[in-house]
Each structure stands twice: as structure tokens, then as C-alpha cells.
């Protein structure tokens, strides 16, 4: 739940979240490791210094750190995840069903 500064409480819908794993382990080639590290460089480059990622951490976002970020730390009730298969950049796709069922 999000609180205004008046008090209001407001039920929060995050309607595009992603549960990925670009880690070295899981790339098929060049081409996944040049995907997450684009990726990575938009969070270097636009995040404020004290929200900024180790990167192996960025690269296989794990369950915990998704759940806390989300549910705990963050205002989201809801989280309604986008698969994001990139088959041929990586092994098990970058953020495939199975790997986000589990922690639903």
C-alpha cells in the first residue's frame, strides 16, 4: 500500500515487472552478455548512486532480493510479471514462466 503525504492510502497494481537472470551461466552467446550488459549500463548511468547494484547481483535477480524490493521495501499489493523469453541470447530465456511460477 502507497500512503500520501495526506494519508491516503492507495492499493498499488505493478503492471509490468520482470524476474530475470542474465548471469554468465544462464548466456548462450556474445549476445546475451552484450543484452545484460546494456541493461546494466542504463542502471550505472540513470540510478542514484545510493540505489546502484553490484553487478552480478543485477545479473540474476534472485527471488528474496524481487520479494523484498517489491512487497517489503516497496508499495506494490500486486506485481503482474512480463516473460521475456530472448531464447536465442540465453539457455533458459532471461525471464522465463518457470522460474517466476515458483515464487508465485
Given at each position: 500500500?502507497?500512503?500520501?503525504?495526506?494519508?491516503?492510502?492507495?492499493?498499488?497494481?505493478?503492471?509490468?515487472?520482470?524476474?530475470?537472470?542474465?548471469?554468465?551461466?544462464?548466456?548462450?552467446?556474445i549476445?546475451?552478455?552484450?543484452f545484460?550488459?546494456?541493461?546494466?549500463?542504463?542502471?550505472?548511468?540513470?540510478?542514484?548512486?545510493?540505489?546502484?547494484?553490484?553487478?552480478?547481483?543485477?545479473?540474476?535477480?534472485?527471488?528474496?532480493?524481487?520479494?523484498?524490493?517489491?512487497?517489503?521495501?516497496?508499495p506494490?499489493?500486486?506485481?503482474?510479471?512480463?516473460?521475456?523469453?530472448?531464447?536465442?541470447?540465453?539457455?533458459?530465456?532471461?525471464?522465463?514462466?518457470?522460474?517466476?511460477?515458483?515464487?508465485?
Amino acid at each position: 500500500m502507497f500512503r500520501t503525504p495526506e494519508g491516503k492510502d492507495i492499493f498499488v497494481v505493478d503492471g509490468h515487472t520482470h524476474f530475470w537472470d542474465g548471469s554468465p551461466e544462464n548466456q548462450k552467446n556474445i549476445h546475451g552478455k552484450q543484452f545484460i550488459d546494456c541493461f546494466y549500463a542504463y542502471h550505472t548511468g540513470l540510478s542514484p548512486k545510493e540505489q546502484l547494484w553490484e553487478k552480478s547481483k543485477f545479473e540474476k535477480y534472485s527471488a528474496e532480493n524481487l520479494y523484498n524490493d517489491l512487497f517489503i521495501d516497496g508499495p506494490d499489493d500486486i506485481a503482474i510479471f512480463q516473460t521475456t523469453s530472448l531464447s536465442d541470447f540465453y539457455k533458459t530465456g532471461f525471464g522465463c514462466i518457470k522460474r517466476t511460477s515458483e515464487i508465485a
